[in-house]
Every structure is written in structure tokens, then in C-alpha cells.
């Protein structure tokens, strides 16, 4: 009988595994990627000190810092404002202030296609050898365009004043805060997609540039749709096709009630389309990719 126990023993140990109780992974699972962000966010007096650490490091031995991004901004609104008022016979304290509003929100849209696309590349070294969660990074890189973009709206206060904007706005002037809002959350599901996909297909960031550059063009940051709209005939027929740029609608959100202009519903209504359909996609790649971005970079 003392001789049977090695036999039980052994028995247990061949036992097979219960086929009904599946061993899978959750490294790409939707609770892994929302437990990310979650991380991230709990984990912001790091990314909070490294976006200004960056701003601060650009501008290192500067004599005016940071406010260099004011004035770099202040000269490109002054030349194109008054080179387009002249071109489109605007008058100049209408258009200065149209243009300069408009570069402010631009730059924003811009650095989040260009430096979200390489957000995840450009940090390679902190992925491989910093214990974080991958958001970090997009909460350093949106933290850090907040801080340009309220520097340079202190040039939208100036010109508040200068060309008596106040004088037009009216309570919709708040709608500017959702409109923010909505831009910088945006940039988010932005930086997350195209970094991802960027980090792992690198002709991804190359094609955005080229692609950034048209819709600069295409967008009314430097010319008014309005004006054309005026016009009539063919040519307001024509502006109307500004209608299927995207980014003319964020655009919008946030110039229209800073300005004092008319608010249009369907720029909102297209916004958030646009915002919902974007975080899917973001939340989608979080999920898929998230384990695999520290073996691409």
C-alpha cells in the first residue's frame, strides 16, 4: 500500500489541463489599453515636467525663453494678414485679426499630425527603458502644444484690444472653450493613431508632411471663405467645396466665437463626428499595437 502514493503522485502530475478554461493573453485587450491611459494620466507630474522641460531646453540660453514663440508667431500673422488684406482688398482690422486666430489654431492642428506621427520614434529611448505606460508620451507631447498655444494667445489679446475685436463679441465668444477642448482632444486620438501606425510603417510620417502642407493651403487659415461666398456666380459656388477640408470645421469651432462671428452648427456636428470616429480608431490601435510599439521603435 506505502508503494502506491508515487503512482497517485504521478498521476496528478499527467493530469491534462482543463481544455474548458483557455489560458489567453490580455496584452491586447480593451481593458490594457484603457488601464493605459489611466496610467498615463496618474502618472502626469512626469509628462507635465517633461513638456516644459522641453519648451525650456529649445529655448535654453534665450534671452526672452519661451515668448519667442509669440513673436515668431506675431511676424507670420503681421506678413500674411497684411499681404492678403491687400491681395483680397480686406479691410486690415477685420483680417489681422481673422488670420492671426487662425495660425494660432493651425499650429495646434499642425504639430498634431507632424509631431504626433513621430511621437512614440522620438522617444524611443524613454519606451525602451522607462517603465510607463505608452500615453505618457501623448500627454507630454499635448501638454506641450497647449503651452505653445497659450503663448501665443496673448497675441489674439493684444488684437482683441488693437482692432477693437471686443466690440463684437458676444456670449457665443465662450463656445471658444468646448471648441479648445475638442481641438486638444483631437490632437490626442491624433498623436495615438498616427504614431502607432507611423512607428511601424515609416513612410507613414514623410506622407502626412506632404499631406499637412496641401491642407494648409486648402484650409482658409490665410484666405476667408466668406469673401468668397460674397462674391456670388461661380466663384461662391466653387468656395463651397472648402466645405469637404476637415480641418476648415476645426478651424471654425474656435475662430467663429473668438471673432464674434456667426456659429454654424454644422462644423460642430462634423467635429464630432469626426472625434468619435477618431477615438475608436485611436482605442483600436491601442489595443491591437499597444505591446508591439516598444519592439518597432
Do not use: C
Not at 496584452?27 to 502618472?43: H, I, L, M, N, W
Not at 493651425?106 to 509631431?115: D, T
Not at 491624433?190 to 484650409?219: H, Q
Amino acid at each position: 500500500m506505502p508503494a502506491a502514493a508515487p503512482a497517485d503522485s504521478a498521476t496528478a502530475e499527467q493530469r491534462p489541463v482543463d481544455a474548458s478554461v483557455p489560458l489567453v493573453s490580455d496584452s491586447q485587450s480593451f481593458a490594457r489599453a484603457f488601464k493605459d491611459f489611466r496610467g498615463g494620466f496618474t502618472q502626469r507630474e512626469l509628462w507635465l515636467s517633461l513638456g516644459w522641460q522641453d519648451i525650456k531646453q529649445r529655448y535654453r540660453r534665450s534671452v526672452l525663453g519661451p515668448f519667442w514663440i509669440t513673436i515668431s508667431t506675431a511676424v507670420q500673422a503681421a506678413a500674411i494678414g497684411l499681404l492678403y488684406a491687400t491681395i483680397l482688398n480686406q479691410p486690415l482690422s477685420k483680417y489681422l485679426p481673422y488670420v492671426t486666430v487662425g495660425i494660432i489654431v493651425w499650429n495646434v492642428i499642425e504639430a498634431s499630425i507632424l509631431e504626433g506621427s513621430e511621437v512614440f520614434i522620438a522617444n524611443e529611448g524613454l519606451i525602451k527603458q522607462l517603465p510607463s505606460a505608452l500615453s505618457v508620451h501623448v500627454y507630454r507631447l499635448v501638454w506641450r502644444q497647449f503651452l505653445f498655444f497659450v503663448h501665443n494667445m496673448a497675441i489674439y489679446v493684444v488684437a482683441l484690444v488693437a482692432f477693437s475685436v471686443w466690440r463684437d463679441l458676444h456670449w457665443t465668444a465662450l463656445l471658444a472653450v468646448p471648441g479648445i477642448l475638442l481641438l486638444f482632444l483631437n490632437a490626442m486620438w491624433v498623436s495615438i493613431a498616427f504614431g502607432i501606425f507611423s512607428t511601424r510603417y515609416r513612410d507613414i510620417a514623410p506622407i502626412l508632411g506632404s499631406l499637412t502642407r496641401m491642407l494648409f493651403v486648402l484650409t482658409p487659415v490665410m484666405w476667408s471663405a466668406t469673401v468668397l461666398h460674397n462674391q456670388g456666380g461661380t466663384v461662391s459656388d466653387r468656395a463651397r467645396l472648402v466645405e469637404l477640408v476637415p480641418t476648415y470645421h476645426y478651424l471654425e469651432i474656435v475662430r467663429a466665437p473668438l471673432l464674434g462671428e456667426p456659429i454654424v452648427l454644422r462644423h460642430w456636428i462634423v467635429v464630432l463626428t469626426i472625434t468619435v470616429a477618431g477615438w475608436a480608431l485611436a482605442i483600436l490601435a491601442m489595443k491591437r499595437f499597444r505591446s508591439r510599439v516598444p519592439y518597432w521603435v
